[in-house]
């Protein structure tokens, strides 16, 4: 899970119609979907939680700490250099680069996210796919909660 669904989990209702949606759709997945897969964080997205207003953080570091934690390895750090070099992230981005590469490493089968711009993005996904298999990696599915929501 990346910290974009634990953000979404901890902030108060956004008076932006999209944003709220999103929001809506990450509560609906958390209590009603969430039981159906085993779900970790990275030490990045403890990082990022850890960030910004103090009792934003606090709400968004409760969410997350029972959850269990994929460590940053050097071989995260190599396939995102990786997937800033040889593919699709900007430079900028390194950050998603690595969101990618440690759940990539560690073999989870899918990354939650609302980053549409790096992460769950359709034009990116094949260049994605190719720099982790190019280093004899599975990369997980990229996915919005919607798409992770069974009838």
Known sequence: METTIVSYLAAWPSRDLIVA????????????????????VSQLVV???????QQASQRRLQIIKQLPLLELTESAVALARALVEEGPIPER??????????ATVHGMDFILTWNCTHLANA?????????????????????????????
Request: some cysteine; hydrophobic content about 35%.
């Open 47 to 53: 990082q990022e939680a850890s960030t910004g207003d």
């Open 21 to 40: 949606a999103h929001q809506q759709l990450t509560h609906e997945w958390w209590e009603h979907h969430r039981m159906n897969f085993e779900v970790f």
């Open 123 to 151: 034009t990116m996904r094949n260049g994605i796919m190719a720099v982790c298999r190019s280093h004899e990696y599975e990369p997980p599915v990229i996915c919005t909660p919607e798409e992770l929501m069974e009838e």
């Open 93 to 102: 981005s390194v950050t998603d680069a690595l969101h990618i590469a440690v």
